[in-house]
């Protein structure tokens, strides 16, 4: 049973799309506050589409990720107590009580780290709202952390040319298990941790 192809064969698709800069930036600033799926999903496809524009594509997706980034820690900082009944039925709880725990003993290093990691970032934002973290502090963590992840990924498939995504449509079945089983050990790992 193939799953992961047409959804690879759509989200090419869009990717070609003429307003597909405009869903790259929804997605981008959806992701970084409250959106489930990772921007990736879609800068690496118009990156393939259009390997020339990849600088272009990497800023959208740092610009308006940082700025739902702000988002998210505005939701943390003036409205956490309308949101905190959702949180805690919600598979982020665990991740969200961890990272308040790393907020308290790294500070805005977590904000640079998690907005590089495949770690939740809309969780951290989130987070860094509740607590008060220097606003300065986590706009230039956020910043590097989100520009070195969406250059280096679409700065991978720019090298990789014609050969990463012809590979990519052979494998896409295996990568999205694979990214899949990852994520499901992040989930797991997150949880554990936050018992």
């Not at 047409?6 to 997605?27: D, F, G, I, K, T």
């Not at 896409?172 to 797991?188: K, N, Q």
Request: proline share 4%.
């Amino acid at each position: 049973m193939k799953l992961f192809a047409p959804m690879y064969e759509q989200v090419m698709r869009w990717s070609r799309h003429r307003h597909a800069e405009r869903y790259l930036s929804a997605m981008s600033f959806a992701e970084s506050s409250f959106f489930p799926i990772p921007v990736d999903v879609m800068l690496v496809p118009m990156c393939l589409a259009a390997r020339e524009r990849w600088v272009r594509f990497a800023s959208i997706a740092t610009g308006f990720s940082v700025l739902g980034g702000l988002a998210g820690y505005a939701l943390g900082y003036a409205l956490f107590d309308v949101i905190e009944p959702w949180l805690r039925e919600s598979r982020y709880w665990g991740a969200y009580v961890t990272s308040r725990d790393w907020f308290d003993g790294y500070g805005v290093w977590v904000v640079l780290v998690a907005g590089f990691s495949p770690i939740p970032y809309k969780v951290f934002t989130i987070a860094a709202g509740v607590a008060a973290l220097s606003l300065p502090g986590f706009l230039i963590a956020s910043l590097l952390g989100r520009a070195g992840r969406f250059f280096l990924v679409a700065g991978l498939v720019k090298a990789g040319g014609q050969r990463f995504e012809d590979g990519l449509a052979r494998n896409i079945e295996r990568v999205g298990w694979a990214v899949v089983l990852v994520a499901a050990l992040v989930i797991v790992w997150l949880m554990m941790r936050g018992q």
